[in-house]
DNA sequence: AGTGAAAAGATTCACTT
DNA sequence: AAGTGAATCTTTTCACT
């Protein structure tokens, strides 16, 4: 589907992922294109899928959900799709940020938000009760972010 | 700092938390106020830290680092700053996408972007090189991305 | 890829309710 | 605080080089 990305599309991923109102005029400053250029790479980067989506990033504390737990847990891998429910159950929920199937000593990673630990003690047992599939389930709270965000490198 | 929010910046946070590049009119009619209100609220929840950044995401396959790692580690709690210092490096490290200091069996866990396991595994040796406070580090290798992204419920 | 032009939207302002 | 209207800047898309 997408072809290879150049140094500029590069160099133009490598700042929209840290601001993506950034004006076309500044970033064809930065990378050495038009303006117009500029905007043509971004809109094929757009149609193509390579950028994904443009988000705003909000500060947890300012919400209802100011709180952060990682849960690890066991899937029942005979069954076929057992993964492909547990992925469409999680899209729906807004409390289950991100959700991660690794190897190791658990089978999936989950990033939940909650107002508070009885909030989360709610989440899981109804994550629990909905996911018969999930066996068992061990939870980390966060105490602090040190590091968030999405960006992923990609100047060679 | 910041005032609580109001039902309409909920709602505006909820919009664009989804998509940043929303027409202020469109925001506009899905939440029931003036185009120019909406440009008020937007602006004064970016200068209160409240929208924190705007950012595109894009598509790790599209990149040369389409491989994720989920990193449990043990620091050294003795030492007062061991925490901080790590923040300040993992701060540097462009592949070192999400930290957490956490409760359990781990101190902290980190999300880690990497073209291939040689790569990871340079990755983590030059982070024990660097940070003599982490004393031990287990990985999990992501398989699959299940659900991805920062989104934070702001509705009541 | 660059330029220029036209239409649409964002942003900021002053003003009104 | 919200709405309106005006001025200005930027984006977006187009035709053209």
Chains 1, 2 share one sequence.
Not at 29 to 47: H, P, Y
Not at 75 to 91: G, K, P, S, T
Not at 103 to 121: N, P, W
Request: charged residues 30%; proline residues 3%.
């Amino acid at each position: 589907m997408a072809e290879a990305l150049d140094t500029f599309d590069r160099a133009i991923l490598d700042l929209v992922q840290k601001d993506c109102q950034l004006k076309a005029e500044t970033i064809a400053d930065e990378v050495g294109l038009s303006a117009s250029a500029v905007q043509r790479r971004l809109k094929r980067l757009r149609d193509n899928g390579v950028i994904q989506a443009e988000v705003a990033v909000i500060n947890r504390k300012a919400t209802s959900f100011p709180m952060t737990f990682i849960a690890g847990m066991e899937i029942e891998r005979d069954n076929y799709d057992a993964l492909a429910r547990f992925r469409q159950w999680a899209e729906k929920q807004p409390n289950v940020q991100q959700v991660y199937y690794v190897t190791g000593q658990v089978d999936l990673i989950a990033i939940i938000t909650a107002r508070d630990v009885e909030h989360y003690d709610d989440i899981s047992a109804q994550l629990m009760a909905d996911n018969p599939q999930i066996k068992r389930m061990t939870t980390n709270v966060v105490l602090r972010d040190v590091k968030t965000g999405l960006f992923i490198p990609v100047e060679e």
